[in-house]
Nanobody
Framework: QVQLVESGGGLVQPGGSLRLSCAAS????????IGWFRQAPGKEREGVSC????????YYADSVKGRFTISRDNAKNTVHLQMTSLKPEDTAVYYC?????????????????WGKGTLVTVSS
């Protein structure tokens, strides 16, 4: 069955870095775009980043542009989110999701599978 499993979350100090991974199974990763989302306590889930099927296009929320980098390795069925210069406001549960197209995905539309999330806490 289709599964998306996030890993790499944890506690990090402001200014630090983390690399999240999304391991895909049960389908051919190269046929889909993958988006990263986050949900902070008391807030709605928001689109953070998305990557097209062949790495040709990447999308970022304004709040993370220049600090986060999304990448994928279709051969290893994995998508990564490298996060640098982390801020306390980046604290959230981060989810990866499968979809067909990135622009809609960034708005939370057209997603058919979600992972269960990994917690990122940015605090001193």
């Amino acid at each position: 069955q289709v599964q998306l499993v996030e890993s790499g979350g944890g506690l990090v100090q402001p200014g630090g870095s983390l690399r999240l991974s999304c391991a895909a199974s049960g389908f051919t990763l190269g046929y889909y775009v993958i988006g990263w989302f986050r949900q902070a306590p008391g807030k709605e889930r928001e689109g953070v980043s998305c990557i097209s099927r062949n790495n040709a296009s990447t999308y970022y929320a304004d709040s993370v542009k220049g600090r986060f980098t999304i990448s994928r390795d279709n051969a290893k069925n994995t998508v990564h989110l490298q996060m640098t210069s982390l801020k306390p406001e980046d604290t959230a549960v981060y989810y990866c999701a499968r979809s067909a197209e990135c622009i809609a995905t960034m708005m939370g539309v057209g997603i058919d599978y979600w992972g269960k999330g990994t917690l990122v806490t940015v605090s001193s």
